[in-house]
T-cell receptor, first 114, second 109 residues
């Protein structure tokens, strides 16, 4: 049982390039989330999805898009990467959204935009 | 605005007790989480408090005072493996998690 997997583990990207970070969970959780974690700051929510077919904006959505075609997958796309998007990205899931359910995190993707 | 405050870094000795504080000001309150995050790894769940008082779980305990906007995580019998960052997160009125920047705990032998 993998829980939540993310790919790639790390990536160096030229500014202006398009990039998709992949996230897959096998826990049949309804809700999924994308966070970024930067030194000295708390985790910040980028986008979330409370159920397949729906998505919502978090605290820092600009420059990012998501889709939720099915329960298991929740890819995050940077349409045109900029250096300020250099960060560690965590995908998370919870049994349900819109509640206080515990969130389970993937191992993270370390992204560097040059 | 919404704000979660935690000390940036703390140092403690192996075998001792340490208390990590968290104060919060958020739009609504639907509970408070503590997560542990080892360097280079994902956060993992430690505790959830929604009612005032102390919840004990082995060597770790978590306390909440909603009237004071205050929580602490108490770690007893510290072990070297407890060296990690400890993240406080509040569930706001929209059931979104608002995260503190985390407290890096350094354990010395």
């Amino acid at each position: 049982i993998a829980g939540i997997t993310q790919a790639p583990t790390s990536q160096i990207l030229a500014a202006g390039r398009r990039m998709t970070l992949r996230c897959t969970q096998d826990m049949r959780h309804n809700a999924m989330y994308w966070y970024r974690q930067d030194l000295g700051l708390g985790l910040r929510l980028i986008h979330y999805s409370n159920t397949a077919g729906t998505t919502g904006k978090g605290e820092v959505p600009d420059g990012y898009s998501v889709s939720r075609a099915n329960t298991d997958d929740f890819p995050l796309t940077l349409a045109s990467a900029v250096p300020s998007q250099t960060s560690v990205y965590f995908c998370a899931s919870s049994e349900r959204g819109g509640t206080y359910n515990e969130q389970f995190f993937g191992p993270g993707t370390r992204l560097t935009v040059l | 605005g919404q704000n979660i405050d935690q000390p940036t870094e703390m140092t403690a000795t192996e075998g001792a007790i340490v208390q990590i504080n968290c104060t919060y000001q958020t739009s609504g309150f639907n509970g408070l989480f503590w997560y542990q995050q080892h360097a280079g790894e994902a956060p993992t769940f430690l505790s959830y408090n929604v009612l005032d008082g102390l919840e004990e779980k082995g060597r770790f305990s978590s306390f909440l005072s909603r009237s004071k906007g205050y929580s602490y995580l108490l770690l007893k019998e510290l072990q070297m493996k407890d060296s990690a960052s400890y993240l406080c997160a509040v569930v706001d009125s929209n059931y979104q998690l608002i995260w503190g920047a985390g407290t890096k705990l350094i354990i010395k032998p």
